[in-house]
């Protein structure tokens, strides 16, 4: 059964650090790995998607790398802003279904 | 429009009542999904369906039905709501190259 781990939960940062949030797995036998955004008490917006041939994604100042031989991911955010802060979760499809496997989140908080 | 909408966005029920909560899509997307958020338990999924003729339990399936009316079209209903269920509700659906598109939600809560 696939498992997904995010580190840190928690992340708070001042204006305009880069930051690194961290997504890992437990099966490499993935197809996809999927990049969410989620503000309090609203929907999950997707950032990045992955597909399993891919190394790497980018949109805007953010990019998101995989790696299935390491079971890992890394969502890159440069220069933070107020704006970023929300919570970030990783999505993992594998397995014959293609449903995914939600880690629990980094809450990211980027203060003035 | 929003590709994947949710109604109502928020619902206040007695405990026993049935309720149902629908959503739509414009993605085009066979697959569809609904989800329960719980503050800090993360996403678990309830049912989802990948045609008009195959729904599938999913983790937490008990005190949950689906209906899926149309391609387009994917309901949850709670046959005899009970407080324990008061959460928030997403429909999300997918393809393998598109990704998962999630609605906005139903905050749901059940007095």
């Known amino acids: 059964k696939q498992e997904v781990t995010q580190i840190p939960a928690a992340l708070s940062v001042p204006e305009g650090e880069n930051l690194v949030l961290n997504c890992s797995f437990t099966?490499?036998?993935?197809?996809?790995l999927q990049w969410f955004r989620q503000d309090p008490g609203k929907g999950l917006t997707s950032l990045l998607l992955?597909?399993?041939?891919?190394r790497e994604q980018t949109s805007g100042r953010l990019n998101a790398s995989l790696d299935k031989s390491s079971g890992r991911s890394t969502l890159y955010i440069a220069a933070s802003q107020p704006g970023d802060s929300a919570t970030y979760l990783c999505?993992?499809?594998?397995?014959?279904?293609?449903?995914?496997?939600f880690g629990r989140g980094t809450s990211l908080i980027v203060h003035p | 429009d929003a590709d994947v909408t949710q109604t109502p966005r928020n619902r206040i029920t007695k405990t026993g009542k049935r309720i149902m909560l629908e959503c739509s899509q414009t993605?085009?997307?066979?697959?569809m999904y609904w989800y329960r958020q719980d503050p800090g338990l993360g996403l678990q999924l309830i049912y989802y369906?990948?045609?008009?003729?195959?729904?599938n339990k999913g983790e937490i399936s008990d005190g949950y039905s689906v209906s899926r009316q149309a391609q387009a079209k994917f309901s949850l209903s709670l046959e005899s709501a009970i407080p324990n269920q008061t959460a928030l509700y997403f429909c999300?659906?997918?393809?393998?190259?598109?990704?998962?598109?999630f609605g906005s939600g139903t905050r749901l809560t059940v007095v």
């Open positions: 999300a659906t997918s393809d393998p190259q598109d990704g998962y598109t």
């Open positions: 099966d490499s036998a993935i197809y996809n």
């Open positions: 999505a993992v499809s594998s397995g014959g279904s293609y449903i995914p496997t």
């Open positions: 369906s990948f045609d008009v003729k195959d729904i």
């Open positions: 993605k085009g997307h066979d697959r």
């Open positions: 992955i597909q399993s041939s891919q």
